[in-house]
């Protein structure tokens, strides 16, 4: 699976460039399926999760033009057969992960068997936009955890480890104060690896072991979370 995680989305040119280098195609022909499910557990989810699916979100991942997109709800996916959703996914050409609360998509993407699947999709691109981007790292950090009132039943806070760091997303967002640079040093120092805090302008592709930074604003790469350094 190629990987796209982002605080808002496609937000710029560039990740927009870096999307369509993954896809192999042009969006225009590409098909997708939207996982809005995140956003159920947040104050205001199900508006949230419409205006995500219709293209009126402050996250940019629907509205880019899609030959075909459908919406892939994960709390639905254990009370129907696999037949009736596996295939369609396998032969979807980007998954576009939206926000909200990273530890209940979590619990979703492994209840509805989503999770075991994501390894044999090797020609997809799994698009995240800030907890749909969180969510494939191995630890989202403490300060995260406790900011949601959703609480995993079995009082797991891990998340998929899909890639082997942590991410910080909307870095010096105007309207998130708390969401600083020093605010995102103090977090990296709480994880056990290396981490990235990124803006929403700021996108981390991943290809096979490759790692890049695509940007059009600020970002940092913490190399050893417990020091700090970059």
């Not at 225009?28 to 995500?52: D, F, N, Q």
């Amino acid at each position: 699976m190629k990987l796209l995680l982002t605080s808002a989305g496609i937000t710029n040119p560039s990740i927009e460039n870096a999307l369509v280098d993954l896809l192999g195609k042009p969006i225009a022909e590409a098909s997708a399926l939207c996982v809005p499910t995140a956003a159920y557990a947040m104050a205001g989810g199900p508006g949230s999760a419409y205006r995500l699916i219709t293209g009126q979100s402050v996250i940019t991942l629907c509205e880019l033009g899609w030959k075909s997109l459908g919406v892939l709800e994960l709390t639905a996916l254990p009370s129907i057969d696999e037949e009736q959703w596996v295939p369609l996914v396998r032969e979807t050409d980007a998954l576009l992960v939206g926000g909200g609360d990273a530890l209940y998509l979590c619990h979703w993407m492994r209840q509805s068997g989503l999770e075991r699947l994501l390894p044999s999709l090797h020609g997809t691109v799994y698009v995240g936009a800030s907890a749909g981007s969180m969510v494939m790292t191995p630890d989202i950090g403490q300060d995260f955890v406790e900011s949601y009132s959703w609480k995993p039943p079995t009082g797991d806070n891990s998340t998929l480890g899909v890639v082997d760091f942590s991410l910080f997303p909307h870095l010096d967002h105007e309207n998130l104060p708390e969401n600083t640079m020093a605010e995102a040093e103090k977090w990296a120092a709480g994880l056990r690896g290396p981490a990235y805090a990124i803006d929403d302008d700021t996108a981390v592709k991943v290809t096979g072991g490759t790692v890049e930074v695509v940007s059009g604003g600020h970002w940092r790469h913490f190399r050893d979370s417990h020091d700090g350094t970059c």
